[in-house]
């Protein structure tokens, strides 16, 4: 089982619509991060937190709004969404500070479809 | 712009046999690799890692070789078994947190 709870596992919304995913770790971690994966394509890299900072923002639509309230949650605020916005959104913490990332624990997605 | 990648986009295996899946890389200062395991419905799991300053490391069941002169990565699974199945990922560490996965490859297992 992993150790990087996300929900819901499954949310279906409108373009009009506000929904927030989250995600929760108890590992201690302090590096964060939320990864897009499409059908059958690797996943790609959104926001990365470390201690609580935004660190890194891939250049997202700001539609995608993150938050790291503490060391241990990580939320993802959704509005206004495309249906090309559909797919696996992935939560992923690792023990790394500093310089670069170490093993990335996965939780197990939340699938999101927008109509 | 350099990125990691697979050779093959799927691969057949008989149950029992064992399994190679390689990826290519072109990023010469990169100096730790991943290798991850996506089940159907399931987030990535970590198989197993190596650094830069090793060219063969072993798991459970597992094999991972680094080739830095031809930039070539391998996971060997012994043994493959139903569970194997899955779709494998190399990712390449690098210093800024950004880990970059190359294409995938999707592992079947034929009983």
């Known amino acids: 089982d992993t150790e990087v709870t996300q929900t819901p596992k499954h949310l279906v919304m409108g373009m009009t619509n506000k929904k927030s995913l989250k995600c929760e770790q108890h590992?201690?971690?302090?590096?964060m991060y939320w990864y897009k994966q499409k059908a059958k394509k690797p996943p790609e890299l959104m926001f990365v937190?470390?201690?609580?900072?935004?660190?890194i923002n891939e250049s997202v639509p700001s539609r995608f709004s993150p938050e790291c309230p503490n060391s241990s949650l990580l939320n993802l605020h959704l509005h206004a969404l495309q249906p090309e916005d559909s797919a696996l959104y992935l939560c992923?913490?690792?023990?790394?500070?500093?310089?670069?990332?170490?093993?990335?624990?996965f939780g197990e997605g939340s699938r999101l479809t927008v109509l | 712009g350099e990125s990691v990648g697979l050779h093959l986009p799927t691969l057949s295996v008989q149950e029992g046999d064992n399994s190679i899946i390689n990826c290519a890389y072109s990023n010469s200062a990169s100096d730790y690799f991943i290798w991850y395991k996506q089940e159907s419905g399931k987030g990535p799991q970590f198989i197993i890692d190596?650094?830069?300053?090793?060219d063969k490391r072993q798991g459970q069941r597992v094999t991972v070789l680094l080739n830095k002169t031809v930039k070539h990565l391998s996971l060997q699974i012994a043994a493959t078994q139903p569970g194997d199945s899955a779709v494998y990922f190399c990712?390449?560490?690098?210093?800024?947190?950004?880990?970059?996965f190359g294409a995938g490859t999707t592992v079947t297992v034929r009983a």
């Open positions: 990712a390449e560490n690098r210093r800024d947190y950004k880990l970059s």
């Open positions: 190596i650094r830069s300053n090793m």
């Open positions: 937190y470390s201690y609580e900072k935004l660190s």
């Open positions: 992923a913490s690792s023990t790394t500070s500093g310089g670069g990332t170490g093993e990335l624990f």
């Open positions: 590992m201690g971690h302090r590096a």
